[in-house]
Every structure is written in structure tokens, then in C-alpha cells.
């Protein structure tokens, strides 16, 4: 892995727990934004590009799975990890198809986490770069064969389905 540090929203509400591995994470060669709830995180988000997502699954107010609904919705890139005290088969069902990257249990390995919100990462920028590939190899098609005002609606007709 390269120098650049991984940005991530960690997300949970036992604020003693959340500073420690923010701290913790810090030295690890993450960037973290740390917050309390899910509607913090969705705001955050807003204003902050990030990397990879680690949330709580039970918090008040907005819990994880809706959480993750949220950032997925909105950011369809960004891995999201779900780390819960409370975990059951069905929820950690409901999560993998709601788009979790993970699902973990607490208490948990830090190596083990460590190496998880890693791969997360990896197959954020993974994700990302075979979307652009697959925008040049468009490019290159239609470029081929229709005029440039042809290949500007093209090009935002890719961009719209992207982002949905």
C-alpha cells in the first residue's frame, strides 16, 4: 500500500471506544472523522470525501443498517465495514446484501480489523478503477463512430448511470 493515508468515517456511539481506536487507527496510517450517530455520518459524508466506512450497527436514533443504506445511497464507492456487540446471522444477512463490505463482531482483533478496513479499501479503489476503464473503453468505442456532440451526450449518459 502505498503512503497516502485511508479516510475513514468511524461511526459509533460509545464515545470512549470511538476516541481510543480513533487514536488507535491514527497511528496506522488511517485519516478518521469520528461521530456518534448515523445522521452525523451522513452529514460528514456530505461535506468529506471518504474511503471506507466503519459503523456501528445499534446507535440511537438512525442504527447501522439504516446508516448503511444511507451512505451506500449516496455514495455507491465507499466500503462500508459493520463492527456490532449485538450481532445475529440476519442482521449480518441484511447488511452483506445492503452492501456491507464486512461484518464483524466486538470484541475484535485490532489486527484483524486493521486488515479488514485494508482490503476495504483495496477494493474501494479496485471498484473505482475498473469503472474508469470501463468509461475509456466507451469513450473509445463511440469515438469511433460518432460525431463529438454524439459523444458529449454519451459521456453524460454514462455519468447519470453511475451515479444511480
Same mark, same amino acid.
Given at each position: 500500500?502505498?503512503?497516502?493515508?485511508?479516510?475513514?468515517?468511524?461511526?459509533d456511539d460509545e464515545r470512549q471506544f470511538l476516541e481510543s481506536m480513533k487514536k488507535r487507527l491514527e497511528t496506522r496510517d488511517f485519516n478518521v472523522v469520528a461521530v456518534e450517530r448515523g445522521e452525523q455520518a451522513i452529514e460528514a459524508a456530505r461535506?468529506?470525501? /471518504?474511503?471506507?466506512? &466503519?459503523?456501528? *450497527? !445499534?446507535?440511537?436514533g438512525m442504527n447501522g443498517e439504516e446508516t448503511l443504506k444511507a451512505?451506500?445511497?449516496?455514495?455507491?464507492?465507499?466500503?462500508?465495514?459493520?463492527?456490532?456487540?449485538?450481532?445475529?446471522?440476519?442482521?449480518?444477512?441484511?447488511?452483506?446484501?445492503?452492501?456491507?463490505?464486512?461484518?464483524?463482531?466486538?470484541?475484535?482483533? /485490532?489486527?484483524?480489523? &486493521?486488515?479488514? *478496513? !485494508?482490503n476495504a479499501y483495496k477494493q474501494k479503489v479496485m471498484n473505482k478503477n475498473q469503472i474508469e476503464e470501463k468509461r475509456m473503453n466507451e469513450i473509445l468505442k463511440i469515438s469511433q463512430t460518432t460525431s463529438s456532440r454524439d459523444i458529449l451526450r454519451r459521456l453524460r449518459e454514462i455519468d447519470a448511470g453511475e451515479k444511480t
Open positions: 500500500m502505498d503512503k497516502k493515508k485511508i479516510h475513514l468515517l468511524f461511526v461535506k468529506t470525501p /471518504f474511503d471506507v466506512a &466503519l459503523v456501528d *450497527l !445499534k446507535m440511537p451512505l451506500k445511497k449516496e455514495h455507491k464507492w465507499m466500503e462500508i465495514v459493520i463492527l456490532t456487540g449485538h450481532g445475529s446471522v440476519d442482521s449480518a444477512v441484511e447488511c452483506t446484501q445492503g452492501g456491507a463490505y464486512s461484518y464483524l463482531q466486538k470484541p475484535c482483533d /485490532f489486527e484483524q480489523l &486493521l486488515e479488514v *478496513l !485494508k
